[in-house]
């Protein structure tokens, strides 16, 4: 992605830039704090003291922006911040969920997620030297409401994926995909069109 320094008037901290999704430096002790709390409830909830179900759920609901009920995330889960990342209700994720929420990852209803998926909003330069001063950004990631995600799918930054959709283990999804169609590939490519009845 092709960097455009931030005017220079912009009065906004790195962490109201961050979740704006323009250019930020990690370095606001805001997002080092944030880091640290997604870190210490990540551990919890990977951890051994939290085999039981009602620990399990209260210590998600603290770590993710929301979580619907009868929703199922089997550890362990990997994010950044989790404050980002709403997950509806009655969704299945496997193990190993890789969620870089920089910004907002919303994943609908009734989805069905694969061990070892990763969702990944960041973006950095494709120029060496603001990648070397630590520039980044971020694009949201939204899955529709009964997509199955297959294992070790990949979700790249800006992707909408659409309600009823399938994505093949394995693949990569590098540009959106509509509602209702079998997704296969790296890049994922439609391959048919699905029944959704």
């Known amino acids: 992605m092709t960097f455009d320094p931030p005017p220079s008037d912009d009065g906004r901290t790195m962490t109201e830039r961050m979740l704006a999704g323009d250019w930020y430096v990690a370095d606001d002790p805001a997002i080092v704090e944030a880091q640290r709390r997604a870190a210490a409830l990540m551990s919890a909830y990977n951890g051994p003291e939290a085999l039981d179900d009602a620990r399990r759920r209260e ?15 089997r550890p362990p889960l990997h994010v950044d911040y989790g404050s980002q990342l709403h997950v509806g209700a009655r969704t299945f994720v496997n193990f190993g969920l890789v969620a870089l929420d920089v910004v907002d990852i919303v994943i609908g209803d009734d989805v069905q997620v694969g061990p070892n998926v990763q ?22 990631i939204t899955i529709g409401d009964n997509v199955w995600l297959g294992g070790g799918v990949i979700v790249c930054p800006g992707v909408t994926i659409g309600a009823d959709t399938v994505v093949g283990a ?27 009845s």
């Open 119 to 140: 969702l990944l909003t960041p973006v950095h330069p494709l120029e060496a030297g603001p990648r070397r001063d630590k520039w980044e950004a971020a694009r949201p």
């Open 59 to 73: 210590l998600l609901a603290e770590l993710l922006g929301s979580v619907g009920e009868g929703t199922e995330i």
């Open 170 to 196: 394995g693949s990569v999804v590098t540009k959106d995909l509509p509602a209702g169609v079998l997704a296969l590939g790296n890049p994922a490519r439609v391959l048919r069109e699905l029944d959704r």
